[in-house]
């Protein structure tokens, strides 16, 4: 049976440019003959978004960059003029996706957006790096792994704590920590406390405006392609650009942006990549329907006993990182000290992962954060999100992926989309 089309929306602008020649949804590194890639050919890339995040995109290493994508005119011909004569820029990112010469689109758009863009990107044969939050709610993410999993895809989601560099106030990578686990040493089940004590921030800067008084809306900005699937809101600048991050409709504050950075190594460690907790608590003001504001603690408990604490307070000023029955975790962990260096030795290395994302598309082998762990870490997000958007604790199936008994806990799950947009 045919999947369902996503984007009903002139899908991929066909209409327009079938007639063009331009829409090659079959990706060539499956084509045979003179349209054949070779694995030795240079990978290729869109970068849609380039305002904010999407600056650090254009140069990461592995594809030649040849189309950039935004609804912002002032965003768009300021890249241009950077990025060479060879880059086209689009308004519409169907356009790009319509282009059977580009092997891999990076996606820096507010998170309201990743889904879609993301769902359609592997839809069209293209291979996907995403920005965190990899999607703004449960059911999104569910989408994405469905649609990148049928079509063959490579995904992968731009945190990289898991595997590459040092890991805020631990002051060491996550595979010493992954290894300390593994090895029973601590004890079981484990609790994790992430909080400015243990070397993390919030940013609760990030938080939305109440007071907002409608402007126009500048000349450069195509406004209703930039809140394309979000419910339709009076324009103000706060919105748009940097501070959108402070509303429902587009992220969830601090949270939503840092929260899958600082979480994504937790469930790695903690071996939770296909699993989710049952339990969400939850401590914090009474939120805004419309903006996202601070909150002062949760807490998620896995079936097994483990849980992670999110501190947003620093309450626990003697907090370790890691704690279990037999053992506790501070930050600035030396994994080189004699004793313990001696110990984890005799345990067997963490299983090796994919790191290099070029390989990854080249081999069709999954990067090490791949849409089905990203999904589950951007999960632990999402189930934050609800519990503070609603007020109160949840419990949720981590099968179904739904929470118990709680109707309106479920309508965040699966939020509706503004016409035409939908999954």
């Not at 996706?97 to 891999?104: E, F, H, Q, V």
């Not at 359609?120 to 569910?142: F, H, L, N, V, Y």
């Not at 000349?219 to 930039?226: M, T």
């Not at 429902?248 to 699993?275: A, C, E, I, S």
């Amino acid at each position: 049976m045919k999947p369902k089309r996503v984007l009903t929306r002139r899908y991929f602008l066909k209409g327009m440019l079938a007639g063009a020649g331009l829409v090659n949804l079959v990706p060539r590194r499956v084509l045979g003959g003179a349209a054949y890639t070779a694995p030795s050919e240079e990978l290729t890339k869109a970068v849609i978004g380039v305002g904010g995040m999407g600056q650090g995109h254009l140069t990461y290493p592995g594809a030649r960059l040849l189309a950039i994508c935004d609804v912002d005119k002032g965003h768009l011909e300021d890249t241009l003029k950077r990025v060479g004569k060879d880059v086209k820029g689009y308004h519409d990112f169907r356009e790009v996706l319509a282009r059977p010469d580009i092997d891999i689109v990076h996606i820096p758009t507010p998170p309201h957006w990743h889904a879609l863009i993301s769902i359609a990107a592997a839809e069209s044969g293209k291979d996907i790096w995403c920005e965190k939050p990899m999607s703004r709610t449960i059911g999104e993410g569910q989408k994405v792994v469905e649609a990148v999993q049928r079509n063959g895809r490579i995904f992968r989601l731009n945190t990289w704590f898991r595997f590459a560099d040092n890991f805020y106030g631990m002051g060491t990578p996550v595979l010493p920590i992954k290894k300390l686990v593994e090895s029973g040493m601590l004890g079981w089940p484990l609790k994790v406390t992430v909080s400015g004590i243990t070397g993390f921030d919030w940013k609760f800067y990030w938080v939305g405006r109440t007071d907002l008084i409608p402007q126009p809306v500048p000349p450069e900005l195509d406004y209703n392609l930039w809140l394309g699937p979000a419910p339709y809101k009076p324009y103000h600048p706060h919105r748009v650009h940097v501070t959108f991050r402070g509303y429902w409709d587009y992220d969830g504050g601090g949270l939503g942006d840092m929260g899958q950075h600082y979480l994504d190594p937790v469930q790695y460690f903690l071996g939770k990549d296909d699993t989710s907790p049952v339990e969400i608590e939850v401590d914090a003001p009474q939120q805004h329907p419309d903006a996202v504001l601070t909150w002062r603690r949760f807490r998620m408990k896995y079936a097994d006993g483990c849980e992670i604490i999110l501190d947003g307070e620093n309450k626990d000023q003697k907090a370790a990182y890691i704690e279990g029955p037999d053992g506790k975790l501070f930050p600035g962990f030396n994994s080189d000290i004699p004793k313990l260096k001696e110990k984890l030795d005799a345990f067997p290395d963490p299983e090796p992962q994919l790191t290099d994302f070029s390989q990854a598309v080249r081999t069709r082998r999954k990067f090490a954060l791949n849409e089905a762990n990203g999904h589950r870490s951007c999960t632990l997000v999402n189930l934050c999100k609800a519990a503070l958007y609603l007020g109160r604790n949840l419990r949720f199936d981590p099968d179904q992926q739904r929470f118990i008994d709680d109707e309106e806990a479920n309508r965040l799950v699966w939020q509706p989309m503004r016409a035409p947009w939908h999954l």
